[in-house]
């Protein structure tokens, strides 16, 4: 069953601790992009065992997905499968960036799964390793054939920088060392 949220009824459960139930699901999530990275589809695979404990819920199981991030090379889209550990627990009354809470007998996963999911997301993936770069015939790199040459970038000066076109570092070696009075 695929559903956007991910609510688990936790009322059988804490009838006695140590009571355990499966939940498997396929979640697809909005908003699962941080910058130019992201999960392919917003889709993840949740098989978790929710288990009832003293003072709580604990979750724990594997979030699955595909991420989609640029190669830091050639900026191809790069798509690789990821599996997270999930190990979470849920208390009536949560600490805060420890827990999490459990609201009219009942936790919700989609916070969690998201916050993992985005977490696992590569920094900077490269799509094979010998990846040379970008294809120079389609991306130059250099000066475009016949520019003149007062267009180069070596040429080119922010207006704003021209106060230090004057600036010499000959004063400063001379008074290295000494005291001024």
């Known amino acids: 069953m695929t559903q956007a949220t991910l609510v688990v009824d936790i009322v059988e459960l804490q009838r006695r601790t140590g009571t355990r139930r499966s939940v498997v699901a396929d979640l697809v999530l909005a908003d699962t992009a941080v910058g ?7 889709s993840l695979a949740i098989g978790v065992v929710v288990e009832a404990a003293t003072e709580g819920i604990v979750v ?9 991030a640029p190669c830091r090379r050639c900026l191809d889209d790069v798509d690789e499968p990821f599996e997270i550990e999930l190990r979470e627990i849920f208390e009536r009354h949560p600490s805060e960036g420890e827990t999490w809470p459990i609201e009219d007998e009942r936790i919700d996963l989609t916070p969690v799964v998201r916050e993992l999911a985005l977490l696992a ?27 003149d040459e007062a267009e ?4 080119q000066r922010d207006p704003r920088w021209a106060a230090l076109d004057a600036l010499t570092f000959d004063d400063v070696a001379d008074g290295v060392g000494e005291e001024r009075s």
């Not at 130019?36 to 917003?42: A, K, L, N, P």
């Not at 199981?61 to 989609?68: E, K, N, P, Q, Y």
């Not at 799509?127 to 520019?147: H, K, L, N, Q, W």
């Not at 180069?152 to 040429?155: G, I």
């Open 152 to 155: 180069s970038p070596e040429r």
């Open 121 to 147: 997301l590569p920094l900077a993936p490269l799509c094979r390793d010998d990846c040379a770069g970008p294809d120079t015939e389609r991306f130059p790199t250099g000066p475009a054939e016949g520019a």
């Open 36 to 42: 130019d990275r992201s999960i392919v589809g917003g």
């Open 60 to 68: 724990s199981g594997t979030v699955r997905g595909v991420s989609r």
